[in-house]
Structure formats: structure tokens, C-alpha cells
């Protein structure tokens, strides 16, 4: 199974409201990340929280992690049409190897003018 | 893109012809990496290279094969190529010193 999986699925909110998205995985990890994807397009780097970090801010990004739990939270805030996307957490495992990352499947979030 | 591109952007391909994917940095990243995308399923790694001609295995190996001859081109091959390969193909990069991965526009492949 999916080592990072996100919830909800999909996710539509007004223009200003704030986004949360969650991701769970299951193995010791040495970062998380969070990408974003627009449709058709390749994935963009948003933010990584190292496991010995409880909560990072980038802009209008907010990312905790609660290594205890194996949980991490995404809050967009303030959101724009222009947030609408896919975001994916991506762990980096401690049992692997080259800086591989596993993905999990995807929140779709819609922003509404 | 951060300095990938991939081609073919489209292909559309026969059951059991094969099938070769390029890759293409112009960052000097050691790490590369090919990854599929399905409905479903998230992003799951193919194969990664570590330098050239150093490559492993990922998840989702079976039906494929990788060759980094050098360190701006990575080459994914479907061998004899499937309708279960029918997917979006992604190449990603990394420099080895940063954590996070460079993305290129991807592959849209369909086999028939």
C-alpha cells in the first residue's frame, strides 16, 4: 500500500476560505514533503518538514508533523482560484535509499471564484 | 521545469512494440528518476539512477528497463510495451545536496 496517503480525496472550497489537507504513512521517515500539481502538468515543490520539526511556514503554506501519530496537515490559507490543484505528501524513508520519495495518491482541491 | 524536458510529450504505440522514453537535465543533478501515474494511484517510482550507469530498481519495475550512459539523459524502456503500461510518465531530478525533487512536464503514452 501507499506509504503517504492523503485525505479527503477531493476538496472544494471558496475563494478566501482556508484548505487543510492531510497525509498518513506508515514507515520511520527522514522528511516529508508536500508537492503540488497542476492539471497536465509536472509536480512543483511546495515545502519539506524534517522529522525532528513540529510545524513549518512558507507564504500562505503552513506543514506539522506529528511523527508520533505518522501524520502530517497542509493548510493553505487565504485560498485563490489559482490554488486549485492536486497536492501530494511525499515521504523520504529511513529504510531507503537515494533520495527516493514515496508519494501517496492526491487531494484534488478546487478553489471557487 | 527546472531544466528537464521529456520526449516524446505524446506517444500512442501498439501492444508489444517497444517503447523508449528520454529524459534530458541540464542541471548536472546526479539523481534521476522515472515515475508513473495512474488514477488511483499516486506517483509510483519506476526506476532511479544514482549516476551514470548506476540504476536501481523501484516499485514498479517489472516491464521496464533504464540506461544512464550520461549524466543528462535518462532513458525508460517498455521492452515489449502493454495496455497496462498506458499511463503518464514523469522524470524527476535531484542534485544529491537539496531534498526535494525537480519535476519534468511528463509523458503521456498510450498503448493500443
Known amino acids: 500500500s501507499q506509504q503517504g496517503e492523503e485525505d479527503p480525496q477531493a476538496l472544494s472550497i471558496q475563494e478566501g476560505e482556508n484548505a487543510t489537507m492531510n497525509c498518513s504513512y506508515k514507515?520511520?521517515?527522514?522528511?516529508l514533503q508536500w508537492y503540488r500539481q497542476n492539471s497536465g502538468r509536472g509536480l512543483v515543490h511546495l515545502i519539506l518538514?524534517?522529522?525532528?520539526?513540529r510545524e513549518k511556514h512558507s507564504g500562505r503554506l503552513r506543514v506539522t508533523l506529528d511523527t508520533s501519530k505518522k501524520s502530517s496537515s497542509l493548510l493553505i490559507t487565504a485560498s485563490r482560484a489559482a490554488d486549485t490543484a492536486s497536492y501530494f505528501c511525499?515521504?523520504?524513508?529511513?529504510?531507503?535509499?537515494?533520495?527516493?520519495?514515496?508519494f501517496g495518491e492526491g487531494t484534488q482541491l478546487t478553489v471557487n471564484p | 521545469d527546472a531544466g528537464i524536458t521529456q520526449s516524446p510529450r505524446h506517444k500512442v504505440t501498439e501492444t508489444g512494440t517497444p517503447v523508449t522514453l528520454r529524459c534530458h537535465q541540464t542541471?548536472?543533478?546526479?539523481?534521476m528518476y522515472w515515475y508513473r501515474q495512474d488514477p488511483g494511484h499516486g506517483l509510483r517510482l519506476i526506476h532511479y539512477?544514482?549516476?551514470?550507469?548506476?540504476?536501481d530498481k523501484g516499485e514498479v519495475s517489472d516491464g521496464y528497463s533504464v540506461s544512464r550512459s550520461k549524466t543528462e539523459d535518462f532513458l525508460l524502456t517498455l521492452e515489449s510495451a502493454t495496455s497496462s503500461q498506458t499511463s503518464v510518465y514523469f522524470c524527476?531530478?535531484?542534485?544529491?545536496?537539496?531534498?526535494?525533487?525537480?519535476f519534468g512536464p511528463g509523458t503521456r503514452l498510450t498503448v493500443t
Open positions: 511525499a515521504t523520504d524513508g529511513r529504510e531507503t535509499s537515494g533520495s527516493r520519495l514515496t
Open positions: 514507515t520511520s521517515i527522514n522528511n
Open positions: 518538514i524534517r522529522s525532528n520539526e
Open positions: 542541471e548536472n543533478h546526479r539523481y
Open positions: 539512477s544514482y549516476g551514470v550507469k548506476d540504476t
Open positions: 524527476a531530478i535531484n542534485s544529491g545536496r537539496a531534498l526535494e525533487q525537480y
